[in-house]
Structure formats: C-alpha cells, structure tokens
C-alpha cells in the first residue's frame, strides 16, 4: 500500500516529508519521492528503491518550499524505477496517488490524441495531465479537480500541488483512505493518522467520495456531488513513539514480544472477571437470531477466520462459511437475508475485504468487522464494531494483530454460544479463565525464543517446507507456512495433518522441514500418527507441542518447541508465537529484510 503526506507550512517541508515517509515504510514500497513549490516553480526529487536513495538526492540537491507533497510507491502499473515514482507532474500540477486508475489507458490515448507527452507507464500520470490540462484552459484549482475526478474511475487517494499556487493544497479519495490534519498554522494531508502523528494529532478522516482544499489555516471538505460538508474532527491518540523498535533488532520481533500485552489490552474489553462473563459492544440486533456466519478475510486475517470458524460451529453450533475476500464477490454466493457477515482486517481499508463488506451488506447481511483501526471504512460501515487493541502494527508479516483478532473472535463465539442457549454459565465462567490465561500462556511461549534461534539454521538452508495441523492447528499450520514464505522467500506449505497420504506425502525426503503443531489433547495421537508417516520416509520433523506431547513422540525428531500445557481454546494464541518466531529467525538467519520483504504492502487497497 502506497503512502501519502503532504504538508502546507510555514517553513520548508522536504525534511519533515521525508520524516513522514519514513513513518510510512511500513506499508512496503519500492521508490520514493518528495515534491515543493517554490519560486513559481514545481521542483521534485525521485528515486527507486529505498528511502535513503531519496536522501542522498535531497543531501545533493536540497529542496526548498514551505508547500510539498510526497510519496511511498508500490508499483502496480509500471516497473519501479524512478520515472515511474511519484510525484508525477507536468509544468502546472504536481501529484502523489494510491489506488489504481481502471480507466487510464482510454485516459492516456485521448490525452495523447490531444497533444499530451508522457513519461512514465503509470495510471496516475494521466490525473496529471487532466487536471493540468483544465488549468491551462483557465480553470481554477478548485474547478479543475471537481471536473476531472468524476472522469476516474476504480481507487484513488490524491494529494495536488498547484505551481501557481504556493499555498494550496487539494486532497480526494475514493476508495483508498486520506485524512487531514489541523496544526498551529499549518494544515497536512496523510494516508492515516501515524504519517502525521509528530506533526498533529488533530485530524479528520475523509469520508468515500470526498475531496479537500487546504491552505495554512483552512481546510474546506467536500462530498461527492461537490457540497460543502463537515467532518468531525478527532484526536488521533497516536505517537511518533509507537513506531520505535525499542531494544529490538526488528519491528516484528518487537511486535512479537508485545503480544501478550496486546492480548491482554484487547481481552479486558470483551471480559467480565467480576461477573465471569464475555461481553459485546452494544448491537441493535439480536445474536441469537443469526443463524448462520459468514466470514471474509485476505491473508493471515483469512486464517483468523479459519480458526473462528472450528470456534462458531463447536460451542455455538452455528454453521460457517468461510471466503478468501478477492473470490467472495465472483463467487455470487448465496446469503440468507439476516446473517451475520463476519469481515476482518488489520487496517480495515483492505480493498477485496471492504468491496466485499459492500456486496455483503447490500444483500441484507448485518455487518460484524474485527479491526485494529476503528476509525477505518470498515469500521465506520458495521453494525457491529469490534476492534482490537494491538495498536499500529509496523512490521508487514502479521504477528500481534493476528493474535489479537483471535481473543476478539474467542470473545464472539462465546457470545454467540450464550445467545444460542449453547453455553451455561459455567461453560461460560471457564472460558473466561481460559481466555485469561491465555497473556500469561503466551509469555511462556516467548521464553523459549533462544532456543528457537538456536535451531532456525536447520530450517534455513531448506528449499521447501511443509507445516501440519489437525483443528484448529491446521490454520496455525497454513499460517506458519505464510509467515515463512513472506519473510525468508522459503516455500512453504500447510495441510490439515491427515491429508498429507493424499498427495503432499510424495514431496517428502530428507531436505524438507516439516513442521509439525501439535498440542497435547483429543487429537494428539492422530496428529503424530502422521507425523510418523513423514519420518518414515526420511522426513526431518520439527514437532512444536507441550511437555507431555515432546515425551511421548519427541524422539526421532529433528528438533522440538516446547510450549505451555494450554486449554485447547487458547493453544491457537499460543502456538501463533513459536510458529511467527521460527520465521522470524529464519529470515534474519537468510539476511532478508524482515520487515519490508520484496514485492509485499502491509495493507492492499487495490484490487
């Protein structure tokens, strides 16, 4: 996900923009560049790769301007190079951009018919040019962005300097967030709160549809049909200081390590210690008239899903269907008017997930959103809203919110079991100890990091691994596999642990890990009856379970992970810790770039 920050200001701003960017790295990118006005004049500073890139062209060439825009790429439409990187701009308008412009190419050719130059191979020069275009044919800003913006269709965050206007700035969304930010005599544009968070925490979110014209003391909104409107201006509650590392090499290890404060920040929202209860935000419906669940999600918030899922069907016995958010659309599925249509996401602006909230709720669904941005488009669009506490998440591989979205979602199924009449109340006072446990658990879990890092180097040198689960285990397998492949570039797969004698078994051999979760419990015993099948045709088994389970079936072994004997509704939160570590270590034993790994964003708003 690309970012945006855009600063009108008192003094010259490429520094501070370049600090913005920074804070905005984490959304992955692959170039950079800064944009001023200054002496009737747009000057820009591009480069590929890197921020320090972008640096050294400003040690170089130093930009001055108290007006400027600036921008993290992740390509889409264009290699990453630097005629590619933004801003793109012609002599009138300069311009930074996040989405994807559907109609650029009939765009392009009637521009190109009409005279246009272009350099670069991307959707977003056309913007530039269109609104540039109104500018020379005597329109004012204002006038030339409220024409051209019905004109592009698909997703677009836009940030527009104008050469003729040193101290205006407009900003438009549709689809991809924005917000503004209110300082003392200077006003800022930014993709969220966290790119602004040293410079305001005064902001306001942009709503669909809306654009903004912004001087040093003003910012005038409007909606989508051009109305002057108001949007409630917040206290962000976010520091430049959420984004330190700490005493941690990486902001994943970091993230890693904060997860049973999260945790327990998250549970004391949905738990009644003194009442042995799981409570719900207020709803306006009732959750014991939904009578089947269907859950969306991308990526590690899909196996958050997969896990709820083992969750809604046992305790609350309602049925679940489960879709991955870029199918969920195509597939047309069939909702029954009233259930309950379950979205979560980190950022709550993943674009497949909110397209997919909109088909939902346009079918009658009542909308449920697990977040951990609760000023985000899927929040603000729910019924019922329930966020996480994880606070920003910097790394790109999911690790405390994914924990997180799982206590949220432990806290629904027991909430929808009671509705149900499925949970007396003393099933329901034992899962709230449970739930409780659940941050100390973890934290036994994260003492046996060393010991971890001590054997990544037997996983590191592999081609292939494979990860094995039954359960609820499963999903922790499937998303074992993806945090590997994210961050070492290892490929990685997870199977349910009985489905390995129909295929996969035939990719066994002495070269390839397979890693093997499996708590002690109800079905221990199959699990490691096919974790025997692996070793007995030489496959090196790394077995990640309790005490109990290492003494009974450790032997033989390539290497174990001891974890806390857990119930077996927290091992989930548990167990994500060994499996996010194990890739941790191994990356870091590669040399890849952890928290940014090639060709990934940390939220996708673009299809």
Known sequence: MCGIIGIVGKEDVAERLLDGLKRLEYRGYDSAGIATVFDGAIERRRAEGKLGNLARELRDEPLPGTIGIAHTRWATHGAPTTANAHPHATREVALVHNGIIENFKQLREELIARGR??????????????????????????????????????????????????????????????VVGYGDGETYLGSDALALAPLTQKIAYLEEGDWVVITRTSAQIFDRDNNPVERPVTVSGVSGAMIDKGNHRHFMAKEIYEQPVVVAQTLRSYLRRMENQVSLPDMDFDLGQVKRVTIVACGTSFYAGLVAKYWFEKFARVPVDIDVASEFRYRDPVL????????????????????????????????AVVVNVPTSSMAREADLLLPTHAGPEIGVASTKAFTCQLAVLAALAANLARANGRLSAEEEAEIVWHLSEAPAAMNQALSHDAEIEAMAHLVAHARDVLYLGRGPDYPMALEGALKLKEISYIHA??????????????????????????PSGPLF????????????????????????????????????????????????????????????????????????????AKSVTVE
């Open 117 to 178: 130059h272009f350099d670069s191979q991307t959707d977003t020069e056309v913007v530039a040019h269109l609104v540039s275009e109104r500018i020379e044919q005597g329109a004012s800003p204002e006038e030339a962005v409220r024409d051209v913006l019905p004109r592009l269709h698909g997703a677009f965050a836009l940030a527009i300097l104008f050469r003729a206007h040193p101290d205006l700035l407009i900003g438009a969304r549709l689809g991809s967030p924005l």
């Open 336 to 367: 029954e008017p009233g259930g309950l249509a379950l979205f979560i996401s980190q950022s709550g602006e993943t674009a497949d997930t909110l397209a997919a909230l909109r088909h939902a709720k346009a079918q009658s669904q009542i909308i």
């Open 493 to 518: 797969e997870g199977y349910a642990a009985g489905e390995m004698k129909h295929g996969p078994i035939a990719l066994i051999d002495d070269n390839v890990p397979v890693i093997v979760i499996a």
């Open 525 to 600: 015993e199959k699990t490691v009856s096919n974790m025997q099948e692996v070793q007995a045709r030489g496959g090196k088994v790394v077995l990640i379970s309790d005490a109990e389970g290492i003494a009974q079936a450790g032997e033989g072994c390539m290497a174990t992970i001891e974890m806390p004997k857990v119930h077996p509704l927290i091992a989930p939160l548990v167990y994500a810790v060994p499996v996010q570590l194990l890739a941790y270590h191994v990356a870091v034993a590669k040399g890849t770039d952890v928290d940014q790994p090639r060709n990934l």
